[in-house]
């Protein structure tokens, strides 16, 4: 008795397992390949996220969700640039981030 009611539990478990498992194997490749992934892109946001990571992390919380500073995911270069010569907390950081680590920011920010 004990011993089928085991068989018939492993019977019912076992497809729906193997079906979420193939599920995770497929979906990430179909939901990924319509999106082109410009490779120069990608370099630049990996370098904005270490940025963002060095500088701006300890306000605006682990990927830019918020704390101390408000959630800026989405936000472009432009909006660094004008938070840099107007938000005071941020004053210290005005004129250290360089063009070039502005648009990394921004490519970074607007990728979440
Ligand atoms: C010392 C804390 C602090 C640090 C470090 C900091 N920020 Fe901020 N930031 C703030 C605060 C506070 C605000 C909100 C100011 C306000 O609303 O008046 C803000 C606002 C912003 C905004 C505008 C948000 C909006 O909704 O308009 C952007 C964009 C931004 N920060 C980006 C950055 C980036 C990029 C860095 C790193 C280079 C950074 N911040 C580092 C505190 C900080």
Known sequence: MTTHRLAFSVAAVLPVVVAAG??????????????????????LISQGQQ???QHCQVCHG??????????????????????????????????????TQIQALGAYLSSL
């Open 22 to 43: 193939l599920a995770a194997c497929v979906y990430p490749q179909s939901l990924a390949s319509p999106t082109p992934a410009p490779s120069a892109n990608t370099a």
């Open 51 to 53: 940025l963002f990571t």
């Open 62 to 99: 682990t990927n830019a969700t918020g704390g101390f500073g408000p959630n800026i995911q989405g936000k472009t270069a432009t909006d660094v640039t004008t938070a840099l010569q107007t938000v005071s907390a941020m004053s210290s950081l005005n004129g250290t981030i360089s063009q």
